[in-house]
T-cell receptor, first 115, second 112 residues
Framework: DVKVTQSSRYLVKRTGEKVFLECVQD?????MFWYRQDPGLGLRLIYF???????EKGDIPEGYSVSREKKERFSLILESASTNQTSMYLC??????????????FGPGTRLTVT | GENVEQHPSTLSVQEGDSAVIKCTYS??????FPWYKQELGKRPQLIID?????GEKKDQRIAVTLNKTAKHFSLHITETQPEDSAVYFC???????????FGTGTRLLVSP
């Protein structure tokens, strides 16, 4: 059974703080993704990684960075949290297969509030 | 880049009725179209997907249809049940790309 876990379900941070969100998967997936979910806007891709130390910007990377030092772990970093980054953050992972996108498995989400 | 539009944003039906959710995509190169279901407080999960070499796919009470000419695809749920109440997301992707572009979601409410 695929398991994708995220470090926190709920997080409250102050404006300007550096915030780390961690995601761990146990299925040996090559791909890992970070999304934010906002009402009426769906799931928007922030960053994704297709291999260790590899990353690509998604649709809304501004204000975020990522780190993937190990295959099973993908971290999202908010360098200086702002109130407009209050959101639900979802991590996902999938196998990599050239020419065939695979099912993405999601974590439970982290609801981040920046005050 | 790819853009996926999804309608309606909310849909209310009576138990036993059918529900249809529609999505359109912009990039004719897209050829993989999954649907995810997210129950309240839960994570999104894949429920069905379709690839461009197929026009329709069924799995029990759910089906997806694809019209590549018109660049739209739809999710059909028959004999709806209260447990079908959730937010449904469509998505699109292309061969060689690992990313999905999601629609904005449809909140389906099935009343007993």
């Amino acid at each position: 059974d695929v398991k994708v876990t995220q470090s926190s379900r709920y997080l409250v941070k102050r404006t300007g703080e550096k915030v780390f969100l961690e995601c761990v998967q146990d299925m040996d997936h090559e791909n890992m993704f970070w999304y934010r979910q906002d009402p009426g806007l769906g799931l928007r891709l922030i960053y994704f990684s297709y291999d260790v130390k590899m990353k690509e910007k998604g649709d809304i990377p501004e204000g975020y960075s990522v780190s993937r030092e190990k295959k099973e772990r993908f971290s999202l970093i908010l360098e200086s949290a702002s109130t407009n980054q209050t959101s639900m953050y979802l991590c996902a992972s999938s196998f990599k297969d050239r020419g065939s996108p695979y099912e993405q498995y999601f974590g439970p989400g982290t609801r981040l509030t920046v005050t | 880049g790819e853009n996926v539009e999804q309608h309606p944003s909310t849909l209310s039906v009576q138990e036993g009725d059918s529900a249809v959710i529609k999505c359109t995509y912009s990039d004719s190169a897209s050829n993989y179209f999954p649907w995810y279901k997210q129950e309240l407080g839960k994570r999104p999960q894949l429920i069905i997907d379709i690839r461009s070499n197929v026009g329709e796919k069924k799995d029990q009470r759910i089906a997806v249809t694809l019209n590549k000419t018109a660049k739209h695809f739809s999710l059909h749920i028959t004999e709806t049940q209260p447990e079908d109440s959730a937010v449904y997301f469509c998505a699109a992707s292309m061969w060689g790309f690992q990313k999905l572009v999601f629609g904005t979601g449809t909140r389906l409410l099935v009343s007993p």
